[in-house]
């Protein structure tokens, strides 16, 4: 069975410090990776997605970078943060382009104060 | 640019009876469409996909779909109080590749 890790649970930062969230997938190979953000009371949207190792696209980039360094490994991360990163991160895998059922991990609570 | 409505904003309903709540999307093309739910600050998880014109039964959920009124609604049979939760539709247009565009959500409430 599948599984996906987001660690950590929750985070809070100081406007300007660094970030790094991550997530892992096991028991799929070569799944495509996501990364979702949603703010308090917003929709879910998409910020980056990725289809193979080292690759990764960027549909909304709100000042976050995205990188997959393995098969099954999405971190998201910025250097600075902004006030306006709050809110709640979801990484998510699916199967492939054509079947775009997703499976989300538990997502991190970000809190920049 | 799709944008996807979803209605009410929020349902109150008394356990055992139906459910119902809406999506409306605006890209005539969209194709492909799915209800999740969010349990209180969890991840969502997949209750129903949809991507032809009719009805999609999942357990005690079925999914509705009528792209000429561009409207997709999804029903709760016999909801339990476990149900509660936001619920989340998805579409996917045409020519969007992975892109999945959330509507705005209703929360549901299911009371004893």
């Known amino acids: 069975a599948q599984t996906i890790h987001q660690w950590p649970v929750a985070e809070i930062k100081a406007v300007g410090s660094p970030l790094s969230l991550g997530c892992t997938i096991k028991g799929k190979s070569s799944p495509n990776l996501y990364w979702y953000w949603q703010a308090t009371g917003g929709t879910l949207q998409q910020l980056f997605y990725?289809?193979?190792?080292?690759?990764v696209e960027s549909v909304v980039q709100l000042n976050l970078s995205a990188s997959r360094p393995k098969d099954d490994q999405f971190i998201l991360s910025t250097e600075k943060l902004l006030l306006s990163h709050s809110g709640f991160y979801l990484c998510a895998w699916s199967l492939g382009a054509s079947a775009e059922t997703l499976y989300f991990g538990s997502g991190t609570r970000l809190t920049v104060l | 640019q799709q944008k996807v409505q979803q209605s009410p904003e929020s349902l109150t309903v008394s356990e055992g009876a139906m459910a119902s709540l809406n999506c409306t999307f605006s890209?005539?093309?969209?194709?492909?469409f799915r209800w999740y739910r969010q349990h209180s600050a969890k991840g969502l998880e997949v209750l129903v996909s949809i991507f032809s014109d009719g009805e999609k039964e999942e357990g005690r959920f079925t999914a509705h779909l009528n792209r000429a009124n561009l409207h997709v609604s999804l029903h709760i049979r016999e909801p339990q109080p476990s149900d509660s939760a936001v619920y989340l539709c998805?579409?996917?247009?045409?020519?969007?590749?992975?892109?999945?565009?959330f509507g705005t959500g209703t929360k549901l409430q299911v009371v004893p």
């Open positions: 990725s289809i193979t190792v080292g690759q």
């Open positions: 890209d005539g093309t969209s194709n492909n």
């Open positions: 998805a579409v996917r247009g045409e020519n969007s590749g992975t892109y999945q565009r």
